[in-house]
């Protein structure tokens, strides 16, 4: 069956980086792309960013631009999102998404891992 | 960016009512529209994709419309199971954006 598990959670500080991974099985990794989205405590979804896993091509949300990077390990079927310079408004669950096209041109997040705790405090 | 808007914010209904939440986007979409249900501490599962799709797996009592800038999900006899909250997002122009969010609860 299909699974993306991701890491576990992360206590950083203010200034530093944190590294997120999102291990996928069950389907062929380079035929999807990923999605990265967080949810800060009690609010809802922000999109991140997109990869995809077939040549890597990126595409992040403008607010993130500069500081967030995403990547993929196609020998072991791993996606990464690594956030910089962590303010405590960054305090979020970080969630991968698998991307989906539809013939129709919809994208959706049509799997989704089970979420990363990351937490920024002095 | 496209701004999406969901409405009610939150309702509470009863098992066995039928449930409409309706997503608004701020310009033409067409059908590029997805929902999702979140129970809490999980993480979100799709529901329906381009507007009207049901994914596989998900009970036929999940229904969506529309096109253009209005949506709508409809739960035609709300199950135990049901009570969660509900997203809406957009995938016709980068950044996707999402709804704020929905959040059904036990009248």
């Known amino acids: 069956q299909i699974q993306l598990v991701q890491s576990g959670a992360e206590v950083k500080k203010p200034g530093a980086s944190v590294k997120v991974s999102c291990k996928a099985s069950?389907?062929?990794?380079?035929?999807?792309?990923f999605s990265w989205v967080r949810q800060a405590p009690g609010q809802g979804l922000e999109w991140m960013g997109w990869?995809?896993?077939?040549?890597?091509?990126?595409n992040y949300a403008q607010n993130l631009q500069g500081r967030v990077t995403m990547t993929t390990d196609t020998s072991t079927s791993t996606a990464y999102m690594d956030l910089r310079s962590l303010r405590s408004d960054d305090t979020a669950v970080y969630f991968c998404?698998?991307?989906?096209?539809?013939?129709?041109?919809?994208?959706?997040?049509?799997?989704w891992g089970q979420g990363t705790l990351v937490t920024v405090s002095s | 960016d496209i701004q999406m808007t969901q409405s009610p914010s939150s309702l509470s209904a009863s098992v066995g009512d039928r449930v409409t939440i309706t997503c608004r986007a701020s310009?033409?979409?067409?059908?590029?529209l997805n929902w999702y249900q979140q129970n809490p501490g999980k993480a979100p599962k799709l529901l329906i994709y381009?507007?009207?799709n049901l994914q596989s797996e998900v009970p036929s009592r999940f229904s969506g419309g529309g096109s253009g800038t209005d949506f709508t999900l409809t739960i035609s006899s709300l199950q135990p199971e049901d009570f969660a909250t509900y997203y809406c997002?957009?995938?016709?122009?980068?950044?996707?954006?999402f709804g704020g969010g929905t959040k059904v609860d036990v009248k």
């Open positions: 998404g698998r991307g989906t096209y539809y013939g129709s041109g919809t994208y959706s997040l049509d799997y």
């Open positions: 069950g389907y062929t990794f380079i035929n999807y792309g």
């Open positions: 990869i995809s896993a077939y040549h890597g091509n990126t």
């Open positions: 310009q033409s979409i067409s059908t590029y």
């Open positions: 381009a507007a009207s």
């Open positions: 997002q957009q995938s016709y122009s980068s950044p996707l954006t």
